[in-house]
């Protein structure tokens, strides 16, 4: 009931999906401490976690409107960080490999293990990320939209920013063959708990099955729109034949973390050089945890219920 009243005081208020104030509960786990690593140790004989940044980088434009300006970065702060990361040694994986070593406890990890990871599917993938990966020896995994490829970000509409050009089916192929790993997002771009089960199945394994026909090999790795999924969507994915699948959280992933709902710290043009490296140490940001929070919960219910709202007042016009 509690739940059920503070959802129906959120009804009328803006719902904001990824970006929740952590910095209220930040969970540690027991015996850990953040930013502390162990390299090449077996994960099975470490009494604390390993810490595992997973970046989130969406595009790579300079011009943003002042709602999109923290999910995009400019070129060459990019490139910065890019080169801040190799240079400070650090290993990178693709999400896949890191979900292989969480899944064998005899595995180990790099020294100083980091995973790259972009969302969505823009066009500057190809032309800015791509180059700098490829010259700097860095791995990363892209997380595409599939009924998005070779158009437009009609999803960011709302936010000004729905004529953001995106990959093309060959840009898609010349990632994969440049050693970037191709992981699904979804066709439509829509938060998948705010879906029909059945929907939400669809829009997954459409996802998959178009680009496994683009680069011509299996997809193992996946990341929810909006970090948005319930227990059962989960669980879909974890038995569908995916290895790993990504949340957000705003968080730092870990040796024993969820691979099927890994934490990722989002990259925007705030995030300066001095915050970044902090991130990379495994420092200001709490630790993962496992399972759903009440705030989670609760915003659920919110968007289910000004989505229902905004149903309405369609039909009502319409009537």
């Given amino acids: ?59 790579l434009r300079a011009e943003a409107t002042d709602r999109y300006r923290r999910f995009s970065i400019d070129p060459g702060q990019f490139a910065e960080q890019m080169e801040h990361i190799a240079a400070g040694g650090f290993q990178t994986l693709t999400v896949s490999q890191l979900a292989a070593v969480l899944a064998d406890p005899t595995a180990s990890l790099p020294e100083r293990p980091l995973v790259i990871t972009f969302d969505d599917g823009f066009e500057e993938w190809h032309s800015v990320a791509l180059p700098t990966l490829t010259r700097l020896g860095l791995r990363a995994t892209a997380y595409i939209v599939t009924g998005s490829l070779g158009g437009r970000s009609r999803w960011l509409a709302p936010l000004g920013e729905g004529d953001r050009p995106m990959l093309s089916e060959s840009q898609v192929r010349d990632l994969d063959e440049g050693g970037v790993e191709i992981g699904a997002h979804g066709h439509r771009h829509i938060p998948l708990d705010e879906m029909s089960f059945s929907d939400a199945v669809r829009d997954i394994d459409t996802s998959r099955a178009r680009l496994e026909e683009i680069v011509r090999h299996p997809v193992l790795t996946f990341a929810y729109p909006f970090g948005s999924h319930t227990g059962r969507i989960k669980r879909y994915v974890e038995t569908s034949g995916f290895g790993s699948a990504c949340a957000v959280k705003q968080a730092l992933s870990h040796s024993n973390d969820d691979r099927f709902a890994l934490a990722r710290a989002t990259v925007g043009s705030d995030v300066s050089m001095q915050r970044l490296d902090s991130w990379i140490r495994g420092e200001e940001l709490p630790l993962s945890w496992r399972g759903e929070r009440l705030q989670t919960k609760v915003e659920r219910i919110a968007r289910r219920m000004q989505r229902a709202v905004s149903s309405r007042g369609r039909d009502d016009g319409d009537g």
């Fill in 1 to 59: 009931m509690r739940m059920a009243r503070v959802a129906t005081r959120l009804a009328g208020l803006p719902v904001r999906r990824l970006e929740v104030d952590l910095d209220r509960d930040r969970p540690q786990l027991p015996g850990s401490t953040p930013g502390r690593r162990q390299g090449s140790a077996r994960l099975d004989e470490m009494t604390q976690p390993t810490v595992i940044p997973i970046l989130l980088y969406h595009s």
